[in-house]
């Protein structure tokens, strides 16, 4: 039967992710993989996370297993709010960061409004803007010419006419994903103003802000402008991507709107996770947990950009990210990472193909490289079989 027919207009816009799609047919551990996003299986607090459970399950006994609060349950709001120095009713609880993206799209774009994203940029936030029929256009191409000209950001604007106003921007200004690349002060207050200017809000998704591995922490977009700032934050990287929690901070004004949409969506995030990432916080442990991960994916980080060095033919230049999980390669023009994928996976090696990241499909040209996953004891063996790849 053809179902088509069935399906609602937004349907045709949906993007299925590359990314998802070689997990699907790939096994990950069989393989030299530098493609998903996983962070080191080391990480993650075994051992406290057996603790908690119990201890979650005698505080709170049938509560911890109850459905709760569609904002969240006290308890990890407040951790938050000590933690990041947020009062509590500017926060909100999600189920991930990826369900504050959707969420945030879901609440401000109609379909053709304007959405000012960073290219290359986060796939699931495409794929969201895309479901939400989006009209995604790069802030590059305001930022160029707001700052050639003498004007204001909205004179030059409307100098040249025939420009819609962005409804918001989506930005990842710490260690990007996937080009690991941060937004200086400078970047940050720039868009801060743009944004003022011309009356937009921004959406800063920030997961990997933790782990910074070197250079100086740079302020939040969020601290710089409160008023119109979603600010996502997740347990993914900093606890276990298993849990599925995140967070936003806001203006209550905004979060009342994600408040009544999450009550469609999930009604709440999971309450048991919720108290067990509440506990981890409040006892310390995510702090040592945090500590011991910076310290591994640090070490990783530095072997990747030394075997890349050793390794990759001229021609080939990457980015030096100060913290995340990715860099970015960037290839002679002449090489199509999407065609040479087959050959890499073939000779045992994956990658993300860099063009998935563009709306367009362009940069055919880059890939993305996670350091995360992979045992640095593999690492070398991996690199030298992309490098013999590339060089074919
Ligand atoms: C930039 C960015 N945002 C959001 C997410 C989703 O994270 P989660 O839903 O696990 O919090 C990811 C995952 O890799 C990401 O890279």
Redesign the pocket.
Known sequence: MDYSRFFSSDVPSFLRSPVREIFRKVDLSAIYSFAG?YPDAATFPIADIKRLSALVLEKYGAKALQYGATQGVTELREAISRRYGVPVENIQITT???QG?DVCSRILADPGDVVLVNEPT?L?ALQSLRAYRADIQPLEGFRGFALKEELSVREAIEARGGFKRPKFCYV?PDFQ?PSGQTMSLEQRQELVLMARELDFLIVE?S?YRELRYSGEEVPTIYSLAPERTLHLG?F?KIFA?GF?L?WIFGPPELLEQIYVCKQALDLCPPILDQYMAAEFMSSGALDANLEKSVRLYRSKRDLMLSLLEKYMPAGVSWTHPEGGLFLFLTLPEEIDTVALYDRALAAGVAYVAGSFFYRDGSHRNTMRLNFSFLDASRMEEGIKILANVIKL
Do not use: K, T
């Open positions: 996003g991930s960061s990826q993206i986060y699931g990842i994903n998704d997961p997740s993914s991507p599925r995140g």
